[in-house]
Every structure is written in C-alpha cells, then in structure tokens.
C-alpha cells in the first residue's frame, strides 16, 4: 500500500500547521490524497510535499493564493508561472518607485523642517472648466495688473459675476517680462466687449496659499516648484491665482515629465 500521512505528520513534514493545511483544503488549493468517509481524518502522499512546497514558495514571493491556485490546476488554461512572476515583477518594481518617490518626498519635507520654521504645504487638486471673462496684458509689476482688474470688474453687469476671481500669469518675472489675465467667473453667457469669454479649461493642479505680499508669495512659488521637481512634473499652462480676499491660492497646472 502506498505511504501516506496523517495531517499532523504532513503538516510536521511540511513546516505549516494543520490549520493551514484545512485551510488550503478549504479552498481548493491542496486537497488530501483521501479521507476516511468514517473518522474524517485527511491522508497525504508524500509526492503533495513537493506541492505544497511550490504553493509556499510562490506564496512567499507575493503571488496570491487564487493565482497559486489557478497556476496549479491540472485544468489551468489561464497563466503559467513566467507571465504570472513576470506581471508580478512589474507590480513591486512600481512599488519600489513609488516608495522611493515617497522617499523624497519625506527626505525633502525633513530638509524643509531645517530651514523654515512654517513649512508650505502644497496639495493636488482636480478643477473642472470654468467660463470665465478676462482681459489680457502686459504689466511692468505685478501690482500693476490690478487696474486691469478693476476694469474688467467694472465691465461686466454685477448679476453675472460668480465666487471666483484671480490672474491667468502667462509670463512671470523669472522670464524677463510679466504677463497676466486677470479672469472672473461667469454665472451666465455674456456678450464678448472689452473682454475675452472663453472656458478656463479642466485641469489638475498643484496649489499652496500664501498672503498678499511679494515675499509670502513667492514663499508658497517656490515650495510648488520643488514639489513638482520631487515628483517629476511640470507645468502645463499658465499658473492660476486665485483671490481669497487676504489670501491667495497658487496654482500650477500640472504634466507629467
């Protein structure tokens, strides 16, 4: 008669508890080579060592139990075991990279702590288009856009005026010339005058706040741009701000590189 094992001398042999193995019963995976209709006891070959070994060492590599099982059936027609560790390879290697990408951004966030007493936190958020008025032009400040403001306040009827105002910068001073659209939501069509009507397009955006002077402002620019620079993006339009009575929320639209 050929040898076989009680549960608890194969679950010895095997280096896995009894549960384990009722377990993998349970579902399909390992099945007894026998079971004795009148006790119930469950009797192993010695040839399922080899089984189960291979379900243990898949197992530890991080292949599911329902793909070690789909692997193993005799009636498998779905994956063999290189497509399944190959798909499996490319899984931990995007999460080695976005570990090591968390990992920077830690590194800077820590690095930040060593040089500023109030660090600028900088968060993602997804914006749908907007129509908007605005009035484009060329500026020698930046506080010289605020006329341009005014005007293009002044120019549309108050009754289609909606919650969000702020300046489209197409070219800031680090390009050797300033240039901004002031921009105001619409709650209604209006005619095109003095103003442009267009649709501020859907975007994702990387934005800080900061107050209205220079200095905080280009505090919160500067804590966006190594922001992107940690995570590989760049800027994909012109960046967005947003009047918040004594705030302003920066905006940079947002690329992959």
Not at 19 to 26: G, N, S, V
Not at 48 to 57: K, T
Not at 62 to 72: F, I, K, Q, T
Not at 166 to 186: I, M, N
């Amino acid at each position: 008669m050929a040898m076989r094992y009680r549960i608890g001398e194969f679950s010895n042999l095997g280096g896995v508890s009894t549960k384990t193995l009722r377990f993998y019963d349970e579902i399909g995976l390992l099945r007894p080579a026998s079971v004795d209709s009148r006790t119930g006891y469950r009797h192993y070959r010695p040839q399922q060592l080899e089984e189960l070994a291979s379900i243990l060492s898949l197992k530890s590599l991080g292949v599911s139990l329902a793909d070690v099982r789909e692997l193993m059936s005799p009636a498998s027609s779905g994956k063999n075991r290189r497509e399944l560790l190959s798909e499996l390879k490319g899984t931990i290697e995007q999460s080695i990279e976005a570990a090591t990408q968390t990992l920077q951004c830690v590194n800077a966030a820590l690095a930040e702590l060593d040089v500023a007493k109030r660090p600028i936190p900088v968060v993602v958020k997804h914006l749908g288009a907007i129509p908007v008025a605005s009035v484009r032009a060329s500026v020698n400040s930046y506080t010289h856009i605020l006329p341009y403001e005014r005007e293009l306040l002044n120019a549309l009827p108050p009754d289609c005026v909606g919650d969000q105002r702020g300046v489209l910068w197409h070219r800031c001073a680090d390009s050797g010339a300033l240039e901004g659209e002031p921009f105001v939501a619409l709650t209604r069509k209006v005619p095109s005058r003095s103003y442009d009507v267009k649709l501020l397009p859907a975007t994702t955006v990387a934005c800080a706040y900061s107050s209205l002077d220079d200095d905080s402002a280009e505090r919160s620019y500067d804590a966006i741009r190594r922001w992107m620079d940690i995570r590989g993006y760049r800027i994909a339009g012109p960046k967005r701000e947003i009047s918040l009575g004594q705030m302003l929320e920066i905006q940079f639209p947002l690329k992959s590189a």
